[in-house]
């Protein structure tokens, strides 16, 4: 395993760090280990995380021991069909001397230390909501209050409701394109997990539980040279590029590549996405992947362990396949690996 150096930064030294991370936020998050190991990918990768799950499956708990153990502040908001988008920026009330009050509402609170943005429920809001968060994420920045506010280690995490349809506003697909990762968590199957969870006064008082975390196991503030540091380092070979971009064009023109899948029209299926801003996402994130194996060049098992979780809610497709996308499409990435020779 090569040692691995950028300036005066020694990138073993954070790969071990970052395995703390990962050993310290998975005590709060039983079973959840590849959600955990994706989340630190996007850490590493400078990219925001979209959460899918049921309700109680531990997405806020997570995030909320990401937060204590990466360090900075956290803050979260509740997706609500009245909410504006001056909400997140500032509050106003009356005072008890009867007088009007500005203060900064959740995206300044904490100003420009503000490390973790969790906004739950996210399809709860209005678009008017979402592309002040769009500006939030592409640009780490906002102008409030007659000043421009910077946000060099921010990183969003939303979820969705995915249970009610009813007042809910689906991201367009603009708005899911800026997330790096779109992480599906289950509750554990494993049975020794389901018990601790259900029988482990720990798991029952979530406040105390996060409070026992070592706080700051890395250095948020450093990630963002590290990420870096990481991108410059890994290399990828000329086969591993001809063997992404094959990836590519067997995704967005199945039918060409010879794919098919029962029930669906090959030529009709992709309506659009899979950009080149997915791709170099997804050479970003498997960069870190290789990165956290030990290695300063990538395989091809980099590029297809997080291709789902990166790719998967880029590809958009015909509105008559849309609501059969949970099969159709985790079938096309299969079929996407199975047609396309690994070097």
């Known amino acids: 395993m090569n040692t691995i150096r950028h300036g005066d930064a020694m990138l073993t030294d954070w790969r071990e760090a970052a395995s703390r991370f990962q050993s310290e936020v998975g005590k ?15 850490i590493f990768a400078r990219g925001h995380v979209l959460l899918e799950g049921d309700v109680g499956v531990g997405k806020t708990t997570l995030l909320r021991a990401v937060a204590r153990v990466l360090g900075g502040a956290y803050e979260r908001v509740e997706g609500t069909v009245d909410m ?6 500032y509050h106003t009330y009356l005072a008890d001397d009867g007088r009007p009050r500005v203060e900064p509402g959740p995206v300044l609170r904490k100003a420009e230390d503000l490390s973790v943005f969790f906004f739950n429920e996210i399809n709860r809001a209005r678009p008017q909501v979402h592309s002040l968060l ?10 409030a209050f007659n000043r421009e506010y910077h946000f060099p280690d921010l990183q969003v995490f939303a ?8 007042e809910t ?3 367009p697909a603009a708005a899911r394109d800026r997330f790096l990762m779109e992480i599906g968590m289950e509750a554990p199957r494993d049975s020794k997990a389901r018990r601790d969870l259900v029988f482990d006064p720990r798991f029952h008082d979530t406040d ?9 196991v890395i250095d948020h503030a450093a990630v963002g040279g590290i990420a870096k540091a990481i991108q410059h380092t890994i290399q990828a070979s000329p086969e591993i590029e001809a063997y992404v971009v094959s990836l590519w064009e067997a995704l967005v023109r199945p039918a060409e590549a010879g794919i098919r899948l029962p029930g669906v029209d090959m030529a009709a299926l992709i309506k659009g996405g899979a950009s080149p801003r997915g791709l170099a996402f997804l050479v970003r994130a498997a960069r870190v992947r290789a990165w956290l194996e030990g290695r300063d060049f990538l395989v091809p098992e980099d590029i297809r362990d997080i291709f789902p979780e990166v790719m998967a809610h880029r590809v958009f497709l015909e509105p008559v396949y849309e609501m059969r996308r949970e099969t159709i499409v985790p079938g096309l990435i ?5 047609t396309v020779p690994a070097p």
């Open 159 to 166: 979820d969705r409701n995915r249970v009610e349809r009813e």
């Open 28 to 42: 709060a998050v039983v079973g959840q280990e590849r959600a955990v190991r994706l989340v630190t990918i996007a």
């Open 169 to 171: 506003f689906e991201l």
């Open 134 to 143: 769009l500006r939030l994420m592409a640009e780490r920045s906002l102008t």
């Open 84 to 89: 504006m988008p001056s909400d997140l920026i």
């Open 334 to 338: 299969r079929a996407v690996f199975e």
């Open 208 to 216: 105390t539980l996060i409070e026992g975390l070592q706080q700051g």
